[in-house]
């Protein structure tokens, strides 16, 4: 089975800091890494994935990911935010092989302060 | 294209009560699923369709039923509802992409009380 830990359910930052929302994840088979982010009375929308290759990953809107195997962690960072991310975000996994059902972990609010 | 579309947006039950959630996707996936959010628990699997004609448990599967209907639609129905089945509930399809994983996508979510 798989299981996923965000480590901060909440998150304040001001606008333009840099931020990092921790995600941690235990599996005993090979599994694809995802981060979603909800916006305010909104669904899921996918922000990006890792699934092979290089262990960093970006978005379209200056998020990025880094994959690292060794300490099993997929930790999301941003160096600058704006009003506009003020989200909660969901770090998943899925199973590689096998039914590709997805494991979300507790969500972080993100709240970004003018 | 609608993506995923929910009905209601909003329900308000009395315990003991039955609905139905609806759920319709337009992008001919295969695979199609319903999650509940509740706070500090992220999003958990009630029930999943791999394909038309299937459905399975996931996680939190008690006190719910699911019906796939058609490729399109998959429905869940509370027969008996309970205070502790207030939640957000959300559909979502996928589609087998590229690189061998499943992208799904959210329909805009449920908001149930049960009173």
């Known amino acids: 089975a798989q299981s996923v830990t965000q480590l901060d359910s909440q998150v304040p930052v001001f606008e333009e800091a840099p931020v990092e929302l921790r995600c941690n994840y235990s599996s005993s088979v090979s599994v694809y890494l995802f981060w979603y982010v909800q916006y305010p009375n909104q669904g899921l929308q996918l922000l990006l994935k890792?699934?092979?290759?290089?262990?960093l990953v970006e978005s379209i809107n200056g998020f990025e990911a880094e994959f690292n195997k060794s300490q099993t962690s997929f930790h999301l960072r941003k160096p600058s935010v704006h009003i506009s991310d003020t989200a909660e975000y969901f770090c998943a996994v899925s199973r590689i092989q096998g039914a590709q059902k997805l494991v979300f972990g507790q969500g972080t609010r993100l709240t970004i302060n003018p | 294209n609608a993506g995923v579309t929910q009905t209601p947006k909003f329900q308000v039950l009395k315990t003991g009560q039955s609905m139905t959630l609806q759920c319709a996707q337009d992008m001919n996936h295969n695979s199609m699923y319903w999650y509940r959010q509740d706070p500090g628990m992220g999003l958990r699997l009630i029930y999943y369709s791999a394909s038309e004609g299937t459905t399975d448990k996931g996680e939190v599967p008690n006190g719910y039923n699911v019906s796939r209907l058609n490729k399109r639609e998959f429905s869940l129905r509370l027969e008996s509802a309970a205070p502790s089945q207030t939640s957000v509930y959300f559909c979502?399809?996928?589609?087998?992409?590229?690189?061998?994983?499943?992208?799904?996508?959210f329909g805009p979510g449920t908001r149930l009380t049960v009173l």
């Open positions: 979502a399809s996928s589609v087998r992409i590229a690189g061998g994983y499943n992208e799904q996508f």
């Open positions: 890792y699934l092979s290759g290089s262990t």
